[in-house]
């Protein structure tokens, strides 16, 4: 990524455009560049990269696609904001729309910044922080996903509980330029420790593998049990030194350079059993 003036900054999130995040966000990264939001008008977590394709028209919620009449083509409705566009539709809508229908097209993308920190390899599909990222990052527009750890937070976050999130953002947007950074990797999944702890320095982290879902059937319901976010509340994780969520316990920022899935492998097996049917 080359700059020659002031980079043009796509800002979205998965919170909603009022979220407190966002706006922390927009005050700092408008210190470094010129800052346009396109974001969900409601909150819209762990929808994942989930798109409102076919499923949105201006009539109604409720549209189904046409292949003959809509042409591959649906509407992704939207109103204006004081900070932008806030869309009726899911972060990843908004990544796409952000990033090929604005003009002048973004530089980067920074998605946050969400309430609750994002850990784990497996949070990256289910994430609307990190997907929109993610999409950002797969449309080849370098991209910043960045949360902060709020667990056992009890006061209702502002924007000044954003703070250091966002100087470490516009910091990672002002400093990124020259340094063949995004030459190298797609995104960068970024979390902040707690608003009331100071951070202790920063860690280039890998995200976790360790994935600790439980379920049970009783009295005849499910319940699903995050086990991981029942470890990081008793401050008891499995994980190594090198890890996310490693780092943020530490209360350190954790920086984890990622590129865009899917590596693929290639495996004698699958051939050979290719070879036996085909």
């Known amino acids: 990524m080359e700059l020659d003036s002031d980079p043009h900054i796509l800002l979205t999130n998965d919170d909603g455009i009022d979220a407190p995040g966002i706006r922390a966000l927009y005050d700092a990264l408008s210190s470094v560049g010129t800052v346009t939001v396109v974001a969900p008008d409601r909150n819209q977590s762990a929808v994942g990269r989930s798109l409102s394709y076919g499923r949105t028209s201006e009539e109604s919620d409720d549209h189904e696609i046409d292949?003959?009449?809509?042409?591959?083509?649906?509407?992704?409705?939207?109103?204006?904001?004081?900070?932008?566009?806030?869309?009726?539709?899911?972060p990843c809508d908004c990544a796409i729309v952000g990033v090929k229908a604005l003009?002048?097209?973004?530089?980067?993308?920074?998605?946050?910044?969400?309430?609750?920190?994002?850990?784990?390899?497996?949070?990256?599909?289910?994430?609307?922080?990190v997907s929109a990222a993610m999409e950002a990052a797969f449309l080849e527009t370098p991209s910043i996903a960045v949360s902060m750890d709020t667990l056992g937070y009890e006061r209702d976050l502002e924007p000044a509980d954003f703070e250091h999130a966002g100087e470490i953002a516009a910091a990672l947007v002002d400093g990124a330029p020259g340094t063949g950074l995004f030459?190298?990797?797609?995104?960068?999944?970024v979390n902040v420790p707690r608003p009331d702890r100071?951070?202790?320095?920063?860690?280039?982290?890998?995200?976790?593998?360790?994935?600790?879902?439980?379920?049970?059937?009783?009295?005849?319901?499910f319940q699903l049990t995050n086990r991981l976010w029942q470890q990081m509340a008793n401050r008891d994780i499995p994980d190594p030194e090198d890890t996310d969520r490693h780092a943020v316990l530490e209360e350190q920022v954790s920086?984890?350079?990622?590129?865009?899935?899917?590596?693929?492998v290639?495996?004698?097996?699958?051939?050979?059993i290719f070879d036996d049917i085909l």
């Open 67 to 90: 292949l003959e009449s809509d042409a591959f083509t649906s509407p992704v409705p939207h109103t204006d904001h004081e900070l932008g566009y806030a869309v009726n539709g899911t």
């Open 103 to 129: 003009e002048p097209a973004p530089d980067i993308v920074v998605s946050g910044c969400n309430s609750g920190a994002n850990l784990g390899a497996y949070v990256f599909s289910r994430s609307g922080t």
């Open 183 to 189: 030459d190298r990797v797609d995104y960068l999944n």
């Open 198 to 221: 100071e951070p202790n320095g920063f860690a280039i982290t890998r995200p976790t593998r360790i994935y600790e879902m439980d379920a049970t059937f009783e009295n005849g319901r």
């Open 255 to 264: 920086v984890s350079p990622l590129r865009v899935p899917y590596e693929v």
């Open 266 to 272: 290639d495996t004698e097996p699958v051939r050979n």
